[in-house]
């Protein structure tokens, strides 16, 4: 379809393709992704959402529940917002924090308003800082956008953003992984929120973020922001992918002999167990738990003990071997770099939301399981739908009568007749991204060998096509994680220091004159430099 048909032909569908026209089209199904569509709808947009997976039951936050950074009382915030400032590198922005926490208070109540079950605090009160049945959290967020009128196309990955003749976002395209054919979705607005890159490392609810977002902006020309913090690793067992980390606070990390490592169970425990897995395996036992919390830890996080379950393996009288598995930038606060209030990149009609977007807004270079992510989330995801169907609003009746074109380059391209593996690319970047010595102990020599051959990837890939329609989104997901480790590793080599959970060996100390966000981007040649450039930049052009 020529982008002169995409323009001049009415919706249609047919039983293997749809083409459909929105105020405001969202890409991806969790948290942020459904508190955009909702609000989108509720400020009166025509709302598509596409989802990858199913929505409601895909993704991280449906697959393990979370907490959430809530904060009711005023005069707490001040501490709340100081408690993490220095453990993300003095990154963050207190206006920013601020909004988030009122935004989340309010959504939070709504929620309840909907019918969540919020477990009752000690005064009797809906204890609102937990959201661990994370998948009747989305199962109600799907009931609420579609009682708002949101059409949602469940198993359609989007794969490239469409254009119009000023570069401004004007739809995408994807497939239908179960009804088979393709979509077509031309839109006034669209908002990412496909969440980060987890690198197919099998961490809980992961394997479906792998950056695609991240690329379809890209090559929007939108930036990333960030992209150094992104080599969080979260404790497992060996033997499963779960990796909710709460009950290792009463954990003893042993070496395989028995004798407990020093320092595992501290705040730097991470990069012990790390140091001592690149040699050898690393035991656990939760022996030390409490009696009165063993009771009512399967009722809180009940998907914890199914790994152990399985096994026959009781956590707290029998040791088990454990790994850790990265998690990227969704535990990372890297991603699509904002530029205002409203969640707006620096391409018109596009927006971006929760993990998609970076979260240095709020936590600077650290964050973690939940809470902030979670805040950031569903904050996020209803700015950019307030502001998405404004922009949409203002478009008016022309919104879908642009010319459009679609962008996509890398695994897209129609006109190539260049093919690649998929899974050779996936496990070939998995080789530079999942070492502990590659991307959390980095070094200067590390980073710019693993530049070279991910380089040399992006070359082999960059006009290609997918080897068979059946390999179009596993083509795709290779695209985007090389393009996401390219960008992880340039924003690293250039933060030459170590701050928030970026940890650079050769420069060991925080630097007082680094203290700044880095901005990076570019597809064939990446780059990396201080916010403040782009912004004297923007401001220049203005």
């Not at 290792?248 to 012990?272: C, L």
Request: charged share 20%; with cysteine.
């Amino acid at each position: 379809m020529s982008a002169n048909q995409l323009a001049s032909e009415p919706s249609f569908t047919t039983d293997s393709n749809l083409d459909l026209e929105a105020d405001v089209l969202v890409i991806g199904g969790g948290p942020a992704g459904t508190w955009a569509a909702y609000s989108a709808a509720a400020s009166g947009a025509r709302v598509i959402l596409v989802d990858k997976g199913y929505c409601g039951s895909s993704g991280a936050t449906a697959s393990g529940g979370t907490s959430v950074w809530y904060v009711a009382n005023p005069e707490q915030r001040e501490t709340a917002m100081a408690s993490r400032e220095a453990l993300g590198g003095f990154l963050s922005e207190r206006d920013w924090m601020e909004r988030v926490l009122d935004r989340t208070h309010a959504n939070l109540h709504q929620l309840g308003d909907w019918g969540y079950p919020f477990p009752p605090d000690q005064q009797g009160q809906p204890y609102y800082r937990s959201l661990q049945q994370g998948a009747e959290y989305m199962r109600l967020m799907r009931k609420q956008i579609k009682k708002a009128g949101v059409q949602i196309l469940d198993h359609s990955p989007a794969l490239e953003l469409l254009v119009d003749q000023t570069g401004a976002v004007a739809g995408a395209k994807g497939i239908r992984r179960q009804a088979g054919g393709h979509w077509t979705v031309r839109a006034g607005a669209v908002i990412i929120a496909t969440g980060g890159c987890a690198f197919l490392s099998k961490a809980l609810g992961c394997n479906v973020l792998t950056g695609d977002g991240y690329l379809m902006a890209a090559e929007a020309g939108a930036e990333m922001s960030g992209m150094e913090f992104s080599n969080s690793y979260a404790l497992t067992p060996a033997f499963a992918s779960v990796t909710k980390g709460a009950f290792y606070r009463w954990a003893t990390f042993t070496y395989e002999d028995g004798t407990v490592i020093e320092g595992a169970g501290s705040q730097r425990g991470r990069s012990v167990i790390a140091k001592t897995l690149l040699t050898q395996p690393v035991y656990c036992s939760l022996h030390e738990t409490p009696e009165e919390v063993r009771t009512w830890m399967r009722t809180i996080q009940h998907n914890f003990f199914l790994p152990f379950d399985r096994k026959g393996i009781d956590p707290f009288t029998q040791r088990f071997p454990v790994t850790l598995r990265l998690e990227g930038t969704v535990r990372g606060t890297g991603g699509i770099r904002i530029v205002d209030n409203s969640c707006a990149t620096s391409v018109l009609g596009l927006y971006a939301a929760g993990d998609a977007a970076t979260r240095e807004l709020i936590c600077g270079g650290f964050t973690g399981g939940g809470s902030y992510n979670a805040a950031w989330a569903m904050s996020s995801g209803y700015w950019s739908g307030q502001a998405a169907a404004n922009h949409a609003r203002q478009l008016g009746d022309k919104a879908n009568k642009r010319r459009v074109h679609s962008i996509g380059q890398a695994a897209v391209s129609s006109e190539s007749s260049h093919t690649f593996n998929p899974q050779e690319v996936i496990q070939a970047t998995q080789a530079e991204v999942l070492p502990y010595d590659r991307n959390l102990f980095r070094t200067e020599q590390g980073l710019s060998d693993s530049l070279e051959r991910l380089h040399s990837l992006w070359r082999e890939i960059r006009d290609s096509a997918a080897p068979s329609d059946s390999q179009a989104l596993p083509a795709r997901e290779a695209a985007a994680m090389v393009a996401t480790a390219r960008w992880m590793y340039t924003s690293a080599q250039a933060r030459t220091e170590t701050r928030g959970m970026h940890k650079h060996q050769d420069y060991p100390q925080q630097d007082a004159n680094q203290k700044y966000r880095l901005i990076s981007g570019g597809l064939d040649t990446v780059w990396a430099k201080p916010e403040q450039e782009i912004v004297n930049r923007e401001l220049v052009a203005l």
